[in-house]
């Protein structure tokens, strides 16, 4: 069995839970949140005999093993980095860190600790994505163009089942991270050029609210990603591939040709869930000493992109 500590038990954190209830050899063993009571009744709901408001606490247990982290965005380098400091594995959700300095620092600490570090770069384990990916491998599908829309409507701080959030998310450090993780998974190929432009900064929130990214890759493969936090309609993240041999629309766990005709993805994997498919992968690594897909090393690459994006952006402030 592999002790599981799960940090951070709002929307994401209760998806993980629900996975690793279906995965044989997990043992949810304590359950962290910011405010005790809340920890207290996921622990009881998920059968966890620990629980707690500090990270700290469930380092300390011996018969923890892994630590997912579900926690906000500005704390997940240092949590991870933390993790691995006590001797636990780590899977942290998207994005690893919102610097290319903190990514480069969590790398570094897997290289020192050899413990599994994996970063929750779900499109990689997504079935419809997965389904493309068999056919990219198998020869018979090559990448020509991906045009993805990212649209949320959340002009209030609030996660995905709506209730109040106590950080700000971020387009570009967090939401763009996805594709900009699958576009090189995908083509196997380098992004070499990258353009970013984006709209106002929320009077609240203080973080853009609509943005508009280009990219090409060594290979010459380009992506068009638009993303929003405006968009009052349709939710979600639509990937368009398109290929030499079609066209294929993935929205989540599911997929259609370019003819909106449906592609059955039933049998590409052992779930449906994408969430479940990262946290089998994680503690398959665990248990076989190896590599996981989405590991640090080889999402790095996205966040030093971002990093780019990022600093393109400061020198536009700079310009207005």
Same mark, same amino acid.
């Given at each position: ?62 018969? !923890? ?38 990514? /480069? ?38 990448? /020509? ?46 992004? !070499? ?17 609509? /943005? ?109």
């Amino acid at each position: 069995m592999t002790g599981i500590a799960l940090v951070g038990a709002g929307a994401f954190g209760e998806k993980h839970l629900d996975g690793l209830t279906r995965i044989d050899g997990a043992e949810i063993v304590s359950v962290i949140s910011r405010e005790a009571e809340k920890a207290a009744e996921i622990a009881a709901k998920y059968g966890a005999r620990h629980s707690g408001t500090e990270l700290e606490d469930a380092l300390a247990l011996d018969d !923890v093993d892994a630590v997912i982290l579900c926690t906000p965005t500005q704390m997940h380098a240092q949590q991870a980095i933390a993790c691995m400091d006590a001797g636990k594995h780590v899977e942290v959700e998207i994005p690893v860190a919102d610097s290319w300095a903190d990514a /480069q620092a969590v790398m570094a600490k897997q290289q020192e600790t050899g413990l599994v570090c994996m970063v929750g770069h779900t499109r990689r384990f997504n079935p419809s994505h997965q389904w493309v990916k068999n056919r990219i491998d198998a020869g018979e599908f090559t990448i /020509q163009a991906m045009d993805v829309q990212t649209f949320f409507f959340r002009r209030e701080n609030t996660n995905a089942k709506g209730e109040p959030r106590s950080w700000t998310d971020h387009l570009l450090w967090h939401h763009s991270a996805h594709t900009i993780d699958i576009f090189q998974y995908m083509t196997g190929a380098k992004v !070499v050029q990258a353009n970013i432009l984006q709209g106002p900064k929320h009077p609240k929130l203080g973080i853009a609210m609509d /943005q508009s990214i280009q990219m090409k890759t060594d290979q010459g493969q380009i992506l068009t990603l638009a993303l929003s936090f405006n968009n009052d309609g349709p939710l979600g993240t639509f990937f368009r591939y398109i290929g030499d041999t079609g066209t294929y629309i993935a929205r989540y766990d599911d997929l259609v040709d370019g003819r909106e005709e449906p592609i059955d993805v039933s049998e590409v994997d052992i779930s449906m869930n994408g969430i479940e498919l990262q946290d089998r992968e994680f503690l398959a690594a665990i248990h076989e000493g190896r590599e996981p897909n989405s590991s640090i090393a080889s999402v790095l690459d996205c966040y030093r992109v971002i990093g780019e994006l990022a600093e393109s952006l400061e020198q536009q402030d700079g310009w207005s």
